[in-house]
T-cell receptor, first 112, second 114 residues
Framework: TQLLEQSPQFLSIQEGENLTVYCNSS?????LQWYRQEPGEGPVLLVT?????EVKKLKRLTFQFGDARKDSSLHITAAQPGDTGLYLC????????????FGTGTLLAVQP | NAGVTQTPKFQVLKTGQSMTLQCAQD?????MYWYRQDPGMGLRLIYY???????DKGEVPNGYNVSRLNKREFSLRLESAAPSQTSVYFC?????????????FGPGTRLTVL
């Protein structure tokens, strides 16, 4: 059962454009992470959000955790070709383990 | 520091063959994980090991076995490979056993079962 749905699945934009990726669930998460994966490599953590309503910025990337801790968004301002990759959200349901539920992924291509 | 290493990088098997995917981390992490990644499905947890000497099933454990050989190494075995097991396999590790700790991933093993 897929608990985390991401939209859009694919996104192809021109350099300099803005974009938003959404991560939605009917489950409440104790925290949520965003990873970026480049071709032929494993995912790399970008950010962890913990508090409902929390906003974190990482240069041109802005991450928001929904007030009810069921959803999250990633906004990229003035996208660069170096932002190209697969973006994955991952929710932690809480408890004594580090098990994550990964989203379906958003494949972003930024054309120069 | 190599981080998380996986071998092999690529493998082609025939249906019914067996193989073991190897994973090692040099970060003194306590917990290790095996995922598979399929198009449109994100990453799905196969098995995990919260600490040395323990292993538990994840979301999709059928057809797989694991061994936490020591704190550094966590292997994934396919006893009788099936075409449905064609996928990219990732190993990951975390320092902490609990909480939303950062997961560090290896480069993956691309497996094709004919």
């Amino acid at each position: 059962t897929q608990l985390l749905e991401q939209s859009p699945q694919f996104l192809s934009i021109q350099e300099g454009e803005n974009l938003t990726v959404y991560c939605n669930s009917s489950s409440v998460f104790s925290s949520l992470q965003w990873y970026r994966q480049e071709p032929g490599e494993g995912p790399v953590l970008l950010v962890t959000v913990v508090t409902g309503g929390e906003v974190k910025k990482l240069k041109r990337l802005t991450f928001q955790f929904g007030d009810a801790r069921k959803d999250s968004s990633l906004h990229i301002t003035a996208a660069q070709p170096g932002d190209t990759g697969l973006y994955l959200c991952a929710g932690h349901l809480g408890g004594a383990t580090n098990k994550l539920i990964f989203g379906t992924g958003t494949l972003l291509a930024v054309q120069p | 520091n190599a981080g998380v290493t996986q071998t092999p990088k690529f493998q082609v098997l025939k249906t019914g063959q067996s193989m073991t995917l190897q994973c090692a981390q040099d970060m003194n992490h306590n917990s290790m994980y095996w995922y598979r990644q399929d198009p449109g499905m994100g990453l799905r947890l196969i098995y995990y090991s919260a600490s040395e000497g323990t292993t538990d099933k994840g979301e999709v454990p059928n057809g797989y076995n694991v061994s936490r050989l020591n704190k550094r190494e966590f292997s994934l075995r396919l006893e009788s490979a099936a075409p449905s097991q064609t996928s990219v396999y990732f190993c990951a590790s975390t320092l902490l056993a609990g909480g939303a700790d950062t997961q560090y991933f290896g480069p993956g093993t691309r497996l094709t079962v004919l």
